[in-house]
């Protein structure tokens, strides 16, 4: 069974940056296209951005365009959510979980019902 992990979130201050890993326990992520969501207090969990399994579509969502990216290190078996200018409103429970629909990307990435093998999530917290 695929079980991901999320690290890296913590406190950081407006305008700073933080990178979230995705790591992979039992199961080789190179060939799952992996999203990242995010999820404030009381709302569903939100689409953040996706990365095919190969040359295939990255996808992020629009009001996030220019300032998060998205990565993959299939050497490290890991997915990485370089957030840059980070804002308060970014502040949320950030999750990476494997596409159930194939290896690439859907664009725009879909809803979590097309999302499975979650991981326990990690808070990222925007404040001065």
């Known amino acids: 069974q695929v079980q991901l992990v999320e690290s890296g979130g913590g406190l950081v201050q407006p305008g700073g940056s933080l990178r979230l890993s995705c790591a992979a326990s039992?199961?080789?992520?190179?060939?799952?296209?992996i999203g990242w969501f995010r999820q404030f207090p009381g709302k569903e969990r939100e689409g953040v951005s996706c990365?095919?399994?190969?040359?295939?579509?990255?996808y992020y969502a629009n009001s996030l365009k220019g300032r998060f990216t998205i990565s993959r290190d299939n050497a490290k078996n890991a997915v990485y959510l370089q957030m840059n200018s980070l804002k308060p409103e970014d502040t949320a429970v950030y999750y990476c979980?494997?596409?159930?629909?194939?290896?690439?990307?859907?664009?725009?990435?879909?809803?979590?019902?097309?999302?499975?093998?979650w991981g326990q999530g990690t808070q990222v917290t925007v404040s001065s």
């Open positions: 979980a494997a596409a159930v629909y194939g290896r690439q990307c859907e664009v725009p990435m879909g809803t979590i019902v097309d999302f499975g093998s």
């Open positions: 039992g199961f080789n992520l190179e060939h799952l296209a």
């Open positions: 990365i095919s399994s190969s040359n295939g579509p990255t």
